[in-house]
């Protein structure tokens, strides 16, 4: 399977489907990493190293996760083709945005820990399903977790769950146990959800 091409066929998504795909995406993604950061909590992949980075020195997360997603621009690139890595690039600047300007448009007066980390973990996986299924990613560890599924068959869910342990194993220098507790559910109904759902013989158009 080759992802993102332009062109639209009877099989593949036109310009338009894929511009309200990827919104609804990026949207989704960020309204989860935004109940995630109200809660003081985090979530595997870059977006996870990006939130506990922010907790650790206060920089503007949006930056953070663009920087730190620049060095998987050139696998997406090499392996992936350049029209997928060209709507990956604006899927992470858009995020990068949004996840700046949300806090602005909402606020949370009371949110239960465990309820907003499911909830999340749902939200961010419906967002990067949405993103995918029109020839983009989220950025980071997602693009090599996806290029190993369309290679190798493995599991992109299970991919992503792996290098969520490496980061978790790290977080207890910035977290408390019982946040890093609360952020282990929420990885792991993420990449459930993903693992669950994101089958290549389910859903063919691009």
């Known amino acids: 399977m080759r992802v ?10 036109s310009p338009l489907e894929d511009a309200q795909g990827i919104a609804s995406g990026v949207l989704l993604v960020a309204l989860g990493i935004s109940i995630l950061a109200h809660l003081g909590f985090f ?19 949006g930056l953070i996760y663009f920087v730190c997603n620049l060095p998987f621009f050139g696998l997406a690139v090499l392996r992936m083709g350049r029209a ?5 690039i604006i899927v992470v ?12 448009m909402l606020a949370f ?13 749902i939200l961010i996986g419906y967002g990067m399903l949405a993103v995918f299924r029109h020839g983009a990613s989220v950025g980071g560890i997602s693009i090599l977790a996806f290029y190993l599924q369309d290679r190798f068959g493995w599991r992109a869910g299970l991919i992503l769950l792996a290098g969520d ?19 282990a559910i929420g990885a792991l109904v993420l990449n459930l959800f993903v693992a669950i759902n ?3 013989d389910r859903y063919v158009p691009l």
């Open 4 to 13: 993102g091409r332009w062109n639209a066929t009877a099989t593949r998504h």
């Open 43 to 61: 979530v595997g992949g870059i977006a996870g190293i990006s939130l506990l980075i922010r907790y650790a020195t206060g920089w503007n997360f």
């Open 84 to 88: 997928f890595t060209i709507k990956t």
């Open 93 to 104: 600047a858009a995020l990068s945005f949004v996840t700046a300007w949300l806090p602005q």
């Open 109 to 121: 007066d009371r949110l239960n820990p465990l309820f907003g980390v499911v909830l999340a973990g």
């Open 165 to 183: 342990v490496l980061i978790f194993a790290t977080s207890f220098a910035f977290l408390t146990a019982g946040a890093i507790g609360y952020s």
């Open 198 to 200: 994101h089958r290549r």
